[in-house]
């Protein structure tokens, strides 16, 4: 092995960097059909970009790939403690999932901590790699282990596979002109190796981005390459590790086309961006930096070559309201927020509405209420997004499902936005902006037509012949009103909070007229076309399991499951909350039972009872995780047997 | 000093990019067909009738100038421009303005606010406006109470006010909006009165050839809930004496005669009012409002009496060039362009890893 590091540290200037690497052939190889492993350690150990390296490695694998971030609020938690851990669990398999799987079949704890927290959703016969180094009594005791778990038994059942990663990864960089410190910084590195040869991953793209990543630092890269194949090494010669593990590509899981991997928050910015193309306007963003809506930000301020203007404000407020005046101004805009800066934003929201503008505000919902839980999941926005307004202010609601399905919900919350000229929220939330999976790359010509048409001239003849353009009157189907921007002769007019005159948008304090525009804008968003909810009933099912948003994997999931022990359920999951589909009425009124489940205390449900008179019943986890399909399958259950 | 020219204003270059009117102007080219409805004999009046007046000199396309106001009785302005215009929310204008100025660069925006608007409810975007050098001028109408909800102290009110909420005097200090702006690095920031049209006009002249914010106070007299407030600067007797008329490269001298001036108190740096002798004449302040550093502009902000309004400056305390934020947002736009291609959507779609399934 020795031999081995030594020549990778000889190889460090790069010149075979990217060469993939191939076990021997002198150990078992076994082939299973998916695996989920769980990467945990402390805030700063680098266990988010652990799991992002594995995940890529996994995607041009050609698996499909279901991932679940999981990390503190505070940049660098206490070391050593339980808040302070840090986790990754990825799901990939030969065939097409749906979650990031409820129980790893590998722990990775690179300390004692990382095991005390993550021991307790690892099944008995999985197996553990831990990091021996950090087993000290010191770091043992400060988690409350009195003995050690690795001696006392308490780890019996499982494949527990202790390696000194610290010792092994300092080992395998002293020829580096690293302190001991620097060096021990790159022990994720050697574990990623030692997971990349136990899984037969692809390393080419991993070293291509070290060497990237610190470009600037080539003898940092070449540690980290170096400490990436000495664990890799490790793996294939070390005597503990006699099994490897093959997973093939989910070949028959995928349609035909061309793939990649991507989160939700990515897909979201390149909706937007790819809205702002399909409508011919420049997309113009305002935001205020909020975890875990932030990475949207970062994103299109890259992409300033596609027109697109990034602005960040002072405050939330700030940021919507600059995107209500790019909006006056012709583009199409969004703010991007999370729960407490949507409940800022409220009036401006607000204001759009009596405006009737197009605006999008994208939530990416996290714990509330208050600053809640501001890494973890959560969908108990939906009462906000539906209701946090003064006066009567309806918003068409849309919900992505999947982290790929971002990018389809922020061009249909787009389309929406444009035709009917209104604000639009889209709620996504921490689990699909974090979680990652295989898109398909659309094709040009199946994206959708958003262009629209900006007024141009008079829109009404007076009495007296005079034509004129009256900023309030509408398309007879859609109800919205003309969009006539600054700059366009003849068509000046103001518009302000203040109730306008049906028409002529003048103020208007009129009684009937005031009852007419609040029934005219709920008119309008009730109306919007949305496409019908598909019910997914193969056996003529009794029960109905009814989702939205992020719950799509987990019930999915679990209707998969319990289909597969023989129950019928029907399944539906909506992407338009407001306006409901039109079809749903009848849909939830054929099921003798209506089930929900959300990551909030019913609000769909309150809606679904409220609207239909339906005895919707809830399932609720409101413990800033997604559902596990397996607790779902058993609540499901209990609600057919019920 | 600035542009000063009564003719069409081809030459400004802050609003080079906005299209010139195709025929000549009048000021009832700019006067919208809605009712003013502010109380009879409000100082917006002839706020209104100046900017009205003033719009055919800056010879600008009419469907490419924007009024953006927040709420109360300054902010109903936008109706009774015969431009675009919003009547927003509460304290928003900047915010919203900046947007819109900042992705539509071939329109004149303004912005019409007042001190509890702007002050109070917006201060946070105001002063986010000034620092980041947005292009637009902020109308700041300061009456020194709230008048839309009829009578109480506003950030501006003298401590004491005794209004409807502070039946025993107020107390909290006011904000001066001009040391406030120049804290909050605006690079344009005049005062002017309502009711001198002229020198009203010459305000919003420079201000119009300002690249990026300039900030307004107008002192603006509320007759129904704070009348007189300003009556010191008004009277034409009080006034000569307690008026100090700013003109950049001038000796900063006032009363009657010119007998009083600024000079710079030797032992501490600050200003003060002497009485001018042939002894100090050569030591009175010259203004220079284009000076790189703002501390002689604070200190005549400082210089005004908060209570008798006396030794209160007029004009352009500030006006200096600075880079402006919505010109250098579209410069990034365009060295983006220039450095990596006009985006290509299907490369961005693709990344950098993909794999391929095939039937």
Known sequence: MTSQVSSAAEQADGTVVGEQRKPAGTKDVRRLDRVIIRFAGDSGDGMQLTGDRFTSETASFGNDLSTLPNFPAEIRAPAGTLPGVSSFQLHFADHDILTPGDAPNVLVAMNPAALKANIGDVPRGAEIIVNTDEFTKRAMQKVGYDASPLEDGSLDGYHLHPVPLTTLTVEALKDFDLTRKEAERSKNMFALGLLSWMYHRPTEGTEKFLKSKFAKKPDIAAANIAAFRAGWNFGETTEDFAVSYEVAPAVKAFPVGTYRNISGNLALAYGLITASRQADLPLFLGSYPITPASDILHELSKHKNFGVRTFQAEDEIAGIGAALGAAFGGSLAVTTTSGPGVALKSETIGLAVSLELPLLVVDIQRGGPSTGLPTKTEQADLLQAMFGRNGEAPVPIVAPRTPADCFDAALEAARIALTYRTPVMLLSDGYLANGSEPWRIPEPDELPELTVQFAQGPNHTLEDGTEVFWPYKRDPQTLARPWAIPGTPGLEHRIGGIEKEDGTGNISYAPANHDFMVRTRQAKIDGIDVPDVEVDDPHEARTLVLGWGSTYGPITAAVRRLRAAGESIAQAHLRHLNPFPKNLGTVLKAYDKVVIPEMNLGQLATLIRARYLVDAHSYNQVNGMPFKAEQLAAALKEAIDG | MAETSTEGTGTIEALSLVPKAEARQSMKDFKSDQEVRWCPGCGDYAILAAVQGFMPELGLARENIVFVSGIGCSSRFPYYMN???????????????????????????????????????????????????????????????????????????????????????????????????????????????????????????????????????IYQNCNIFNDGAFEALKDKKSAEEAVIRLEHGQPIRFGSDLAKGVVRDRATGDLKVVAVTPENESEILVHDAHSASATTAFALSRLADPDTLHNTPIGVFRAVERPVYDTQMAEQLDTAIEQHGKGDLAALLAGGDTWTVVG
Request: net charge positive.
């Open chain 2, 83 to 217: 431009t675009y215009g919003m009547h927003s929310i509460h304290g928003r204008a900047p915010a919203i303005a900046t947007g819109l100025a900042s992705s539509r660069r071939d329109l004149s925006v303004w912005v019409v606010t007042g001190d509890g608007d702007a002050l109070s409810i917006g201060g946070n975007h105001l002063i986010h406006a000034l620092r980041r050098n947005v292009n637009l001028k902020i109308l700041l109408f300061n009456n020194r109470i709230y008048g839309l909800t009829k009578g109480q102290y506003s950030p501006t009110s003298e401590v004491g006010k005794i209004t409807k909420s502070t039946p025993m005097g107020s107390l909290d200090a006011p904000f001066n909006p001009v040391s406030l702006a120049i804290g909050a690095e605006a690079s344009f920031v005049a005062r002017t009165i309502d009711s001198d049209r002229k020198h009203l006009t010459e305000v919003l002249r420079q201000a119009a050839a300002h690249p990026g914010t300039a900030l307004i106070e």
